[in-house]
Every structure is written in C-alpha cells, then in structure tokens.
C-alpha cells in the first residue's frame, strides 16, 4: 500500500535531439505542469545504470519511454513490471546506447531490485534521426500518455486514501 506522504518517482527517458525518443520526456515535462502533489520528476537519458539509479530507493515508480516494437506510431503501450507475461523482449529500445529500459528490468528482475510497484508506458516511435522532432504520431499521443499517467497517479492515491480510512 502506498503511504500518502511516500512519493512517486516518474521517469522520462530519451534524448531530445533524436525525434521519437523525446516521447518519454515530452510526457514528464507535461506532468511536472500539473504540479502533482509527491511526485518526483524526472529526466533519463536511458542507459540501463541511469534507469535503475532513478528507480533505486522508490517503491511507487513509472517509467515513460519511447519504443520500437512494429506497432502503429503513437500507439500507449502500459505493462506492468512484475507482471510475469509482460513482453519486454518485443520492445526494442531506440537507444544510441543500446542498453535501456528492457535491460534495466532484466537486471532488475535477475538482482530482484525493482521497486515494488513499477509501470512501465510505452509510445511507439516512428522517427529516431538525429536533429529531427516528434512525429505527428507521438506528438498527438503526448497529451494522452500524461493524461493515463495523472490519472493512475490519482487513483493509486485515492485507492490508498480510502483504504486507509476504511481501516479506522
């Protein structure tokens, strides 16, 4: 259960010079607006060790990136960490790095150092060069990616909120 007062970590991650793979911090710097109440914020260029870093003491964390799997550009991908059939290995990462976010909850998984409770938000990228924006088809899914983000914020909150009051 999480405490009212224990913060959720919100990570985006990408680079903002290479298209598509801005998504995951388009969708952070939209929520970090909303002035969300024990939110942390965060940027991450993606690199396994960064991601888990972000992630190291959290318990309520999710993650937004941008990935490659065949989908329809724009396309709101939600898994859930622990979830035993959740398809990470379909998820390519547009990483100049090579290691991110999959390879972080492989480690994670192998070393059993996820937060207890980890999301994961997937846009599907289109354009991955250098120097070039978001395409129209991340763009657009910008606002609804926050949107979904903000809303499962509230609802852990409130869940939690009403569970609690239930208990005296």
């Given at each position: 259960?999480?405490?009212?007062l224990q913060p959720i970590v919100v990570i985006g991650v990408g680079n903002a010079c290479r298209g598509d793979d801005a998504a995951g911090l388009m969708v952070v710097r939209r929520l970090e607006q909303e002035h969300l109440p024990q939110v942390e914020i965060c940027e991450n260029?993606?690199?396994?060790?960064?991601?888990?870093d972000a992630w190291k003491d959290a318990s309520w964390v999710i993650v937004v990136d941008a990935v490659?799997?065949?989908g329809s550009p724009g396309t709101i991908y939600r898994i859930n960490a622990h979830d035993p059939?959740?398809?990470?290995?379909?998820?390519?990462?547009?990483s100049t790095h090579g290691w991110g976010v999959?390879?972080?909850?492989a480690l994670g998984h192998?070393?059993?150092?996820l937060p207890s409770t980890l999301i994961i938000y997937g846009i599907?990228?289109?354009i991955f060069i250098h120097g070039e924006g978001l395409s129209p088809a991340v763009a657009a899914a910008i606002p609804e990616a926050a949107r979904r983000i903000k809303q499962e914020i509230q609802d852990w909150r409130s869940h939690n909120?009403?569970?609690g009051e239930k208990a005296k």
């Open positions: 259960m999480i405490s009212p260029l993606g690199t396994a060790g960064a991601v888990a490659v799997s065949g059939a959740a398809i990470f290995p379909v998820f390519r990462s547009p999959a390879e972080a909850l192998l070393f059993q150092k599907e990228g289109e909120h009403q569970s």
